[in-house]
């Protein structure tokens, strides 16, 4: 019965131990199928953990008394006495534990037959392609095996197909069995609170995958919502799965977690070493004690000669304590004739008492005896610890120290330390990839430094290397001249491009001449380009003489540009001509260079290359740009030898602008910028390029508006007169949710006096609401459930409540009285309950008073107040009537 106790006793900390692993790596993570292994198996493993015994045996030799061969019997002497029954402190505590665990399996069992009484008294329906037994009680939805049962109230619910969903999950995985499983092995473990964590950790991880899976195809708000609304129905019995409010908060929080799980792995196969921690602590040691006879019967054989059983060395072993080959070697004084691993005996020396020892001058001979020999080292063990540099004397982590012979090692760490147990007569081989291999012998010592150096690689790597620097470089361009693709070999090439003075030219391009292949250097004048040998890159900059430096392999060109001093003589001309009417207009453009109309320049609109440009209105052009001579031929090759005109036209930069992201007042605009009245502006600011980027990022690679509206919203103690989306409103401004405003635009002083009469003497706010709308009594309660919050004042003081609000709606739809007063006939709203965090026991503040009725009314009206047009028609013109229950978790 002790026994019994210490063995369930042992299972408990093991299941505590696995428990406490799953609390710290597991719970948090979304590892639903790792933790629906992990949790049961842990469960039962622990169980199975206290019955491993390790047996061990201990030989020692027997002292028998000198003449004594026999002893006497005196049947006389022993009394025939019965030991009377005595009840112990263990027999309480055993009878406590069976008392437990009858009352648990009665409890299991109810539980059984309440569900298998449900399902035998309902009826069978399909409902979304699934069999449902549904029943007049009103309890939560609940699968059993492979049945589905509802409360007929149930399928009024808008979200039916979710919770048969939901149900239709637990079945097809079978988790009735998971969580009978944790059930039958609960009641041995009734006592261990980690028993009773480690069972509502496997219902609870099979809910959240369940509530994963269902969240992947529906909207996850409507579900939650759905998981709110059934939270107040009863349960049949508490181990069954269930769409409910269990541990809604977990679950809720557990669905908005991402799917990353970072080092998951990792994390699994910490379980490994827990494992063999639990089984080397909570296993049973056992000692088998052998005796053997002294040193009269025992054998000792070296090199083929057996020892005299009184040899000096033999008669000063201690028996007693038992002894190995190595201790047998240094009582006979022959460690210096032994070879390390070369001591050797049979099978099993000590229970027939034969050594055979084979010294360093012994001649193998034809002898049966020593057929089946075990090697023994008689060499010590030590550690060895230490550092792997280079030669700069920079650690080398990962660095492997190999036992030379074994496949015994280990690596260094990130500070090029290691440590290896290991024989004083070993050698240490450390290696690492790009280094030469360096072997050192251990010789008694503790601590071994190693500097390695670096390794010319072989002929096999660098050819290896050239080949897969080949394969990473090839790449394809486009020959300008011909405008065939080609393929080429690249090398990389770095530099700086600066002026004189040695300041950096950002900006600069940088081409590979006759070919499309190029970049610009960077803010610091740095850039990198991919390049075949023998290819001349040409480096130009707008009012800088255009640089040509052929490439021969070397990994950097750094180049100076210097200023075009013939930059206002270089002859090219900007010339418009056409025929005037009365307006001085341009019908036609035409752009040439020093008037050659022979060798025309090439011309680029909106980055393709055109024949003419005569189609173009002068008015369409946004931008021009001159190229000539190296700049031209640079970028576009032979054909761009006369020169090249780049034009940008409005409607290209129009375009390119309209996926500029907006920034109003410092925040991000999502509206359209047009939708921004013009007499609000304060100032605007256009960035394009690198600086609407670095201040942005890559969503503002098209370019950034910035807009600094007039919009203080500063009327001092007035009240400005508010009208949303076209309707008066006597909201005050603070109840109007920011994220729902798609543009605001403020009118004052004379002007809106003018358009609003004496109302707008105060100033008028005139508030565009993004389209959002409501077109059903779920999505109104959905509204209400996003943006409703918990009465901080209420929540500190560990206080819920309700909230009772009858809200007039007019014809139109829109929400003109929000009050707490009943009013006759009103529509009744199925009841939202807001679920919030319970404050610690330390942190509750005692309040002014203890009903929050007024601050929960605040908060459902300040919600309600912000309710777009409703699109119900059997709400307009309706009284509807909001319960809105607050409760804390």
Do not use: C
């Amino acid at each position: 019965m002790e026994t019994f106790l210490l063995y369930i006793g042992k299972a408990a900390l093991a299941a505590g131990a696995f428990y406490v692993v799953y609390l710290a790596l597991f719970q948090h993570q979304k590892h639903f199928v790792f933790n629906r292994i992990y949790l049961p198996v842990s469960l039962a493993v622990s169980f199975i953990i206290p019955l491993i015994t390790f047996t061990s045996t201990n030989y020692i030799t027997a002292n028998q008394s000198i003449g004594t061969n026999s002893f006497a019997f005196l049947p006389e002497a022993i009394e025939n006495t019965q030991t009377e029954f005595t009840y112990q402190w263990y027999h309480y505590l055993f009878g406590i534990y069976i008392v437990g665990t009858i009352g648990f399996l009665f409890h299991l069992l109810t539980g059984h037959i309440k569900a298998f009484a449900i399902i035998r008294f309902s009826r069978l329906q399909e409902i979304f392609g699934a069999q449902v037994n549904l029943t007049l009680k009103d309890v939560h939805p609940f699968s059993f095996f492979n049945k589905i049962v509802l409360s007929e109230k149930t399928l009024d619910n808008p979200n039916l197909e979710m919770i048969v969903n939901h149900e239709m999950i637990h079945v097809k995985e079978k988790h009735t069995h998971d969580i009978l499983f944790a059930e039958l092995l609960f009641l041995l473990q009734w006592f261990n609170p980690f028993a009773w964590l480690i069972k509502d950790a496997i219902r609870n991880n099979l809910e959240y995958k369940t509530d994963h899976q269902i969240t992947k195809n529906n909207n996850a708000e409507a579900y939650q919502l759905a998981m709110v609304g059934l939270v107040h129905k009863k349960g049949v019995a508490p181990f069954l799965t269930a769409l409910n409010g269990s541990q809604l908060k977990n679950r809720i929080i557990m669905m908005k977690k991402k799917t990353e799980n970072k080092y998951a792995l990792l994390k699994q196969l910490f379980v490994l070493p827990l494992l063999a921690f639990l089984v080397m602590s909570l296993s049973n040691k056992e000692v088998n004690t052998k005796i053997i006879n002294n040193t009269d019967q025992l054998k000792v054989v070296v090199d083929g000669v057996e020892l005299p059983s009184n040899h000096p060395g033999l008669t000063t072993l201690d028996f007693s304590k038992g002894f190995n080959g190595g201790d047998l070697v240094k009582a006979l004084g022959i460690e210096d004739k032994v070879v390390s691993n070369t001591l050797s005996f049979d099978k099993n020396p000590q229970e027939d008492g034969i050594y055979y020892i084979r010294t360093k001058d012994y001649v193998p001979v034809t002898n049966p005896e020593f057929e089946t020999i075990t090697e023994v080292t008689l060499s010590t063990e030590v550690i060895v610890k230490g550092k792997i540099t280079n030669e700069k004397g920079t650690p080398i982590p990962a660095a492997a120290v190999i036992v030379e012979g074994t496949n015994m090692g280990t690596i260094s760490d990130m500070s090029g330390n290691y440590e290896i147990k290991t024989d004083e007569n070993s050698t240490l081989v450390f290696s690492m990839i790009g280094y030469a291999k360096k072997e050192v012998p251990v010789k008694n010592k503790t601590e071994i430094n190693i500097e390695l150096t670096q390794d010319a690689p072989s002929e096999i790597d660098i050819a290896v290397n050239a080949k897969r620097s080949e394969a990473f470089n090839r790449q394809r361009v486009i020959n300008m001249e011909t405008g065939e693709e080609m393929e080429i070999v690249a090398n990389t090439l770095k530099g700086t491009v600066s002026n004189e003075k040695g300041e950096p030219l950002p900006g600069t391009a940088i081409l590979v001449k006759g070919t499309t292949t190029g970049t610009i250097s960077d803010m610091t004048g740095n850039y990198v380009l991919q390049l075949e040998k023998d290819n001349t890159v040409v480096f130009s900059m707008l009012g800088y003489a255009a640089k040509e430096v052929k490439y021969e392999g070397q990994p950097a060109i750094d180049v100076k540009l210097k200023a075009d001093q013939s930059a206002d003589k270089s002859g090219v001309k900007v010339i418009a001509y056409g025929k005037q009417k009365d307006a001085p207009t341009v019908d036609k453009l035409a752009l040439k260079l020093n008037g050659d109309e022979a060798n025309p320049p090439l011309y680029v609109v909106d980055g393709k290359i055109s024949k003419s440009i005569e189609y173009l209105a002068p008015d369409a052009i946004e931008s021009i740009s001159v190229l000539k001579d190296e700049s031209a031929s640079s970028l576009y090759g032979e054909k761009g030898k006369n020169g090249v005109i780049i034009i940008t036209t409005k409607e290209a930069a129009k375009e390119k602008m309209r996926n500029a992201i907006v920034i109003l007042d410092g925040k991000k605009y999502e509206g359209d910028v047009s939708d921004i009245d013009p007499e609000n502006i304060e100032k605007m600011e256009v960035l394009k390029n690198e600086s609407a980027t670095k201040l942005y990022g890559p969503e503002a690679k098209d370019g950034a508006i910035i807009i600094t509206s007039k919009n203080k919203l500063n009327f001092g103690d007035k009240s400005p007169l508010i009208f949303i989306d076209g309707v008066k409103s006597t909201k005050d401004m603070n109840d109007i949710d920011p994220d729902q405003i798609q543009s605001i635009n403020v009118i004052k002083d004379a002007s809106a006096i003018e358009t609003y009469g004496n109302e707008g003497k105060n100033g008028v706010i005139l508030i565009s609401t993004k389209t959002e709308k409501i077109t059903s009594s779920l999505e109104m309660r959905k509204f209400i459930a996003q943006r409703i919050k918990y009465p901080k004042e209420a929540q500190q003081a560990n206080k819920g409540g309700i909230a009772k609000l009858f809200v007039k709606v007019n014809s139109d739809g829109i929400v003109y009285s929000v009050s707490d007063k009943k009013v006759k006939d009103a529509v009744s709203i199925e009841e939202i309950v807001v679920v919030g965090y319970a404050p610690k026991p330390e942190e509750i503040v005692s309040g002014k008073t203890e009903d929050f009725t007024a601050a929960f009314n605040n908060q459902v009206k300040a919600v309600i107040n912000q309710f777009p047009k409703l699109q119900i028609s059997e709400y307009k013109g309706k009284t509807l009537e909001f319960t809105v229950k607050f409760l804390l978790q």
